[in-house]
């Protein structure tokens, strides 16, 4: 079943821009991760935020998790064209098992 | 050594044969997991190794998938009688440690398709 649904589904910027992408779940968990995935193959890890934290910083991106809302958002700020990708939210739920539970991603295109 | 990898890249079969794909996971990588990708869609959980047995299977979509794993190394995943929705991405990941705060490595993939 879809835990995470990202918004907005499809994202179109020019290079320098920053970009927001969010991320909204149902229950309750143990971390958020987002990975990015080009060209619809492998997926590289990107940053993963705990239940208990609000903010974490890696380079230019930055993400954002609130519990009460059940909602995350990744910012990539100055935009690269190489930073065209899908982006996908997962989730490890609380008293679940290993495994990841994404969302369909948001295809984010930087325009040089 | 390298990061995880996939075979073959990609995979054309006929409706109703079988196919089998493989994943060499990260050396020393004790959890293994695969999930597919439709078109367009997210990330589908399949099925999750630790060491040699698989606790999760809980996402095989029906009893025409299996998986194993022997050695603690490499993992296959068989399809039987191929349908046309089995088309997909089908991805394999590796983590040092079980447990989802050890970040998983993905595969490039296999994409399947089933005429």
């Known amino acids: 079943s879809q835990q995470g649904e990202e918004d907005p589904q499809a994202l179109s910027i020019q290079e320098g821009e920053n970009a927001t992408m969010n991320c909204s779940y149902k229950t309750s968990i143990n971390n958020l991760q987002w990975y990015r995935q080009n060209s619809g193959r492998g997926l590289v890890h990107l940053i993963l935020?705990?239940?208990?934290?609000r903010e974490k910083h890696s380079g230019r991106l930055r993400v954002t998790l609130d519990t009460s809302k059940k909602s995350s958002s990744l910012l990539i700020t100055a935009s690269r064209a190489a930073d065209t990708a899908s982006y996908f939210c997962a989730t490890a739920t609380q008293g679940g098992s290993e495994k990841l539970v994404f969302g369909k991603g948001t295809k984010l295109t930087v325009n040089p | 050594g390298a990061g995880v990898s996939q075979s073959p890249s990609n995979k054309v079969t006929e409706k109703g044969k079988d196919v089998e794909l493989r994943c060499d996971p990260i050396s020393g990588h004790t959890a293994l997991y695969w999930y597919r990708q439709s078109l367009g869609q997210g990330l589908e959980f399949l099925i999750y190794?630790?060491?040699?047995?698989?606790?999760?299977k809980s996402g095989l979509p029906s009893d025409r998938f299996s998986a194993e794993r022997t050695g603690e190394s490499v993992s296959t995943l068989t399809i039987q009688r191929t349908q046309q929705e089995d088309s997909a991405v089908y991805l394999c990941a590796s983590s040092f440690l079980a447990g989802v705060t050890d970040t998983q490595y993905f595969g490039p993939g296999t994409r399947l398709t089933v005429l």
């Open positions: 935020i705990r239940s208990n934290e």
């Open positions: 190794f630790q060491g040699n047995s698989a606790p999760d």
